[in-house]
């Protein structure tokens, strides 16, 4: 039995090592919002929303969920009993229209509450089996195909299993050629943010057969038909992450073609419940997902590695350790990753599997809010 009785809500404001440049947009520094949960038998627990400063990703930003969580997410769990965390997104889906990441940073933190309460690791919680998920990195747009192709070697040299170059009109097949053509067998993907139409797809026809893992989210980032029109040009399958916001709009891709691979982030389909559908619809359908990343904070993180070590995540995942994104980040121990790609599930620990350093999050929090009943 669950039931939330408060939650604190913060801001936090972490400074990336290196600026992070996307087809939509450049990140230099994260404000993020960290919430933690206590339920009515004295338990709590950290969350994160991975909404970003600006809508550049979905149209969700930090303050629109902090707006949210404040006037609708919260008061809608408060004063409530759940049997199981996997029945809050229901709940939080009767007339809230939206809001995604704000919803899931609540579900996701009542996972967290109902692992810490049973005392048992968070994977364990969630049926995963993974005792280690493989790593990929997501490099961000370079200035130039030469200084692209020095990070990809540092990457490899330190093990990542996969390789994620953003791409967007201009900054695309040059760029990806001259990875390729360094490094022949690398594992190699290519993600565009919706940078691209069917109409101006020949630059991704012209790096079809550079044996790419995948083609990440080429076109609109609410769009499943044209995806679908576009894939039946290419022989690199297409993975979707923007576009998949619910169970059903996988249901859809799969249906319509429009992609063979998805990315879960779970802070995209508004928790680990409708998570858990996707992963499990696409295991019945031979689709096989990953996990994504939005630069979280090491608490966002935990999660992620949760929902990694579920049977369907067939891909290296988005899960670089915390020193690739913070000079400190703000849980101990900090993610690694091992010489040879892998991250650790931390299977030993109960709740979410690591110690979140208040201190340090206290001396980054810029705003701070309690909402109770
Ligand atoms: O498209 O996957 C994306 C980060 C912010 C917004 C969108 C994306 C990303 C990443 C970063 O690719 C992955 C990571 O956390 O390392
Ligand atoms: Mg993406």
Redesign the pocket.
Known sequence: MLEITSITLREIRLPLREP?R?S?GT?TERRIALLELHDASGVSAWSEC?A?DTP??TSETIDTAWLAISNWVAPRVFGRTFDAPGDVFAVLEQDFRGHLMAKAAVEMGMWGVEATRLGVPLARLIGGTRQTIPV???L?IQASPAQLVEKVRAALAEGYRKI?L?IMPGKDVDFVRAVRAEFPTAPLMA?A?NAYTVDDAGALVAMDDLNLMMF??PLAWEDIVRHASLQKMLRTPICL??SITSLARAQDMITLGAGRLI?I?PGRVGGFAESLAIHDYCEAHGVPVWC?????SGIG?AY?VALASLSNFHKPG???PSA??WAEDVVTPEWTMSTDGMVTVPFDTPGIGVTVNVDRIDALTVRTVTLNR
């Open positions: 992070f996307i939509s990140m991975v970003d550049n990703y990929g990195i997501s961000g994620k953003k993600d943010n990440e989210q992450d923007e990315n982030k994504g990343g939005m630069l979280e993180r992620n988005d899960l670089s690739r994104y």
